[in-house]
């Protein structure tokens, strides 16, 4: 929008109207100063395109569209990283922890850069400042596939195909990949180190690419909400954010799928594998997904670069407004983020003196210290702060849960996970944003059922501890130790009956003993000498000759106890995502109206800083603790293969219920001093500050 700051003349001298008179159709597009004739714009369009057909997209409802689509795009990259983890895990063997350290990038960029980015952005032309972000999205998308391009699919997966069988670094006489028997024969062999096995470079190309999705976030989020709130009239926000918000989240149930189909392609989808997908060994093209999203980004930032500063009905609305002003009665301007009230002048914002009107890094401090003043923000970003880590560490890791808990498949995880519980988030957005649009409730009303959701959520992931598949009797031989005495808690498979047998432990594929329902590692680790038609035989480790182990675990109606853990599941996302709206809506309403965006980027400062940063570290040592079997690369202990399921479920359960029960006893504090705040009047609470400040004055 081709702007420059002009200045009108006071309102007590606006009977004059500097402003020309137009129609409507007009006067959405621009408004012209009489003594210089400069033109303030509010025309969609990039430089010296923006023709006549586009201004009828300058609505309130096409930037709805626009910004729920990149809202999708964006929530379908975060759900593709976490639904990609475990096969991230397998390729460049990390442990979990080591993977939440990578995936921090992220929060570091957001601490480093939410609140100087929040506060410069809110002055500048935000829909361009949002276009930015999301094309640094873009070409983190891009880097994050960039080391299967430099790697490759690695020896791992490259000897599960007919075209490396020769290669195969399974100790298998049975076609190559498919299960390791016993052959006293046979010396076992050292892994093979493919290059980029020992590299830090595909760890350092993840983190980074982290790093700047983390910007492109963090300016979409702090930069999109408060355009919207500025450019709809305030009883309409329930119902937008309620619109926007489960559009969004069509975002991860499509990054989940999207997930689940790349992850049914082989790793090197110009290969013929010799296993399955639901193959424990099985690595899917996880980089593949990337490129598309990185494309979809690039091409839709432009759309929203596209929309002007200002939308013509908030400005024809202003200006309405200021003629109301101009016969004595009060009003506040509308879009605060672009327009300052100065002793009693109204300054347009534009291009042509910008650089002259730009705010000191030096206010920052002054609007933080009373953002941090203000009980309400305080509260609610602590309250914000116990239940991110909760459900960032708890959701981050939700598919591999599931894959390890429920005996599911990476594929099958990564599906469900997404296109179930959050379709009933979203159906809890948006009947909770337009139950509060039209009910109007009172900001106590709001906070109180926050806390009521809070105090659920701790009872039912309590309840998360006693839900999950009994895998069977673990045949897992005795807990390592080492010099000195000490473990880890990790086990050694090799046992008398299989000792002579060189099984491998980087190879996993379970084999059950129905008759005792004793699980093993792999028919090899049960001492068998054949493997046909997924029956094990002539197994050393079984009690008699005749005994037999078949493929898989030993776990019985384990799909039953998981359709119940996803009923439960959907019903929590469901009655939590009812409290989102109203929640946002004290954010927007408990500051200043210009303070808006820095509010948002004190939060995810907050956020990123205490729950963000360290919520994937704490969930993914929980995992590494309760891992029971780890395998190797290149001598050194790699990502982990086998998990003690129970250990994992109180631990993983019971710390997420922690973090949330101190969020609602925040969310209580919230509910007590928000008090008589109107969510659906701004200029009200303004006005009511105006008067606190002026009594406290006088006092």
């Known amino acids: 929008m081709g702007d420059t700051y002009m200045e009108l003349e006071p309102l007590a001298e606006e009977t004059k109207s500097p402003i020309l008179a137009k129609p409507p159709e007009e006067f959405s597009h621009e408004i012209t100063e009489e003594r210089t004739g400069t033109v303030v714009t509010a025309r969609c369009g990039i430089g010296c395109f923006s023709p006549e057909w586009v201004q009828r997209l300058a609505t309130k409802q096409s930037f709805t569209i626009v910004f729920s689509i990149l809202g999708i795009v964006q929530g379908m990259s975060w759900s593709y990283f976490t639904a990609t983890i475990t096969t991230l895990e397998k390729?460049?063997?990390?442990?979990?922890?080591?993977?939440?350290?990578?995936?921090?990038?992220?929060?570091?960029?957001?601490?480093?850069?939410?609140?100087?980015?929040?506060?410069?952005?809110?002055?500048?032309?935000?829909?361009?400042?949002?276009?930015?972000?999301?094309?640094?999205?873009?070409?983190?998308?891009?880097?994050?596939?960039?080391?299967?391009?430099?790697?490759?699919?690695?020896?791992?997966?490259?000897?599960?195909?007919?075209?490396?069988?020769?290669?195969?670094?399974?100790?298998?006489?049975?076609?190559?990949?498919?299960?390791?028997?016993?052959?006293?024969?046979?010396?076992?062999?050292?892994?093979?180190?493919?290059?980029?096995?020992?590299?830090?470079?595909?760890?350092?190309?993840?983190?980074?690419?982290?790093?700047?999705?983390?910007?492109?976030?963090?300016?979409?989020?702090?930069?999109?909400?408060?355009?919207?709130?500025?450019?709809?009239?305030?009883?309409?926000?329930?119902?937008?954010?309620?619109?926007?918000?489960?559009?969004?989240?069509?975002?991860?149930?499509?990054?989940?799928?999207?997930?689940?189909?790349?992850?049914k392609v082989f790793i090197n989808p110009s290969l013929q594998p010799i296993i399955a997908s639901d193959d424990p060994r099985w690595m899917g093209a996880w980089w593949l997904g990337w490129l598309m999203l990185g494309g979809v980004m690039a091409v839709t930032s432009l759309f929203i670069a596209m929309f002007p500063r200002e939308l013509p009905e908030a400005v024809e609305r202003r200006r309405e407004n200021r003629t109301k002003g101009s016969h004595g009665i009060m009003s506040l301007p509308d879009t605060p983020a672009d327009i300052g009230k100065v002793d009693s002048q109204i300054l347009f914002p534009s291009q042509n003196n910008l650089d002259s009107t730009l705010p000191k890094l030096s206010e920052i401090g002054t609007t933080l210290k009373s953002l941090i003043r203000n009980k309400v923000n305080l509260y609610n970003n602590l309250s914000s702060v116990f239940y991110m880590f909760s459900s960032i560490g708890f959701w981050t890791y939700m598919p591999k849960y599931m894959e390890t808990i429920f005996m599911q498949t990476a594929v099958t995880a990564s599906a469900i996970s997404g296109t179930v519980s959050i379709s009933f988030q979203a159906a809890g957005l948006l009947l909770s944003g337009a139950l509060i649009s039209k009910y109007q409730p009172s900001a106590r009303k709001l906070a109180a059922w926050n806390v009521c959701l809070g105090f659920i959520y701790v009872l039912v992931k309590i309840a998360f501890t006693q839900l999950g598949c009994n895998p069977g009797n673990l045949a897992h031989g005795s807990l390592m130790?080492?010099?000195?005495?000490?473990?880890?808690?990790?086990?050694?498979?090799?046992?008398?009956?299989?000792?002579?047998?060189?099984?491998?432990?980087?190879?996993?594929?379970?084999?059950?003993?129905?008759?005792?329902?004793?699980?093993?590692?792999?028919?090899?680790?049960?001492?068998?000498?054949?493997?046909?038609?997924?029956?094990?035989?002539?197994?050393?480790?079984?009690?008699?000759?005749?005994?037999?182990?078949?493929?898989?675990?030993?776990?019985?109606?384990?799909?039953?106890?998981?359709?119940?853990?996803?009923?439960?599941?959907?019903v929590i996302r469901f009655l939590d995502s009812s409290g989102r709206i109203g929640n946002l809506l004290v954010i927007y309403r408990c500051v200043d109206p210009k303070e808006k965006s820095l509010a948002i980027g004190l939060g995810i400062f907050l956020i990123s800083i205490f729950a963000l940063l360290p919520a994937p570290i704490v969930f993914g040592f929980i995992f590494d603790k309760s891992c029971l079997v780890w395998g190797t690369k290149c001598g050194t202990k790699g990502n982990c293969w086998l998990y003690d399921g129970e250990t994992l479920r109180y631990a993983y359960n019971l710390t997420a219920a922690g973090?949330?029960?101190?969020?609602?006893?925040?969310?209580?504090?919230?509910?007590?001093?928000?008090?008589?705040?109107?969510?659906?009047d701004e200029d009200k609470n303004v006005e009511k500050r105006r008067q606190n400040n002026r009594r406290q004055a006088s006092q």
């Open 659 to 680: 973090f949330t029960f101190i969020g609602a006893m925040f969310d209580v504090l919230v509910w007590y001093h928000v008090n008589d705040l109107d969510l659906y």
């Open 91 to 263: 390729r460049f063997k990390i442990s979990s922890q080591t993977a939440g350290i990578v995936m921090t990038g992220n929060e570091i960029s957001q601490v480093l850069f939410s609140l100087v980015l929040a506060y410069y952005g809110n002055r500048g032309h935000r829909p361009r400042w949002i276009a930015v972000g999301v094309l640094l999205s873009a070409f983190s998308c891009l880097l994050l596939s960039s080391p299967h391009l430099f790697y490759g699919a690695g020896d791992g997966a490259l000897s599960l195909t007919k075209e490396f069988a020769k290669k195969s670094i399974t100790n298998s006489t049975q076609p190559a990949g498919r299960m390791q028997i016993c052959e006293r024969r046979l010396a076992q062999r050292d892994q093979a180190c493919g290059v980029g096995e020992l590299s830090l470079v595909p760890l350092f190309l993840i983190f980074t690419s982290q790093f700047l999705s983390g910007i492109g976030t963090l300016l979409f989020y702090t930069l999109g909400g408060p355009y919207l709130d500025d450019n709809i009239e305030k009883t309409q926000t329930p119902m937008l954010f309620g619109i926007t918000f489960s559009l969004r989240l069509i975002g991860p149930v499509l990054g989940f799928l999207l997930a689940s189909a790349c992850l």
């Open 481 to 570: 130790v080492h010099e000195g005495g000490s473990g880890d808690g990790s086990w050694n498979l090799t046992t008398t009956c299989n000792a002579a047998c060189n099984c491998r432990v980087n190879k996993i594929l379970p084999v059950c003993y129905k008759e005792e329902q004793t699980l093993y590692y792999s028919a090899c680790h049960a001492g068998c000498s054949s493997f046909v038609n997924n029956t094990g035989t002539n197994c050393s480790c079984l009690p008699t000759a005749e005994s037999t182990v078949t493929l898989g675990t030993c776990s019985e109606g384990c799909y039953k106890i998981f359709l119940m853990f996803l009923a439960i599941n959907s």
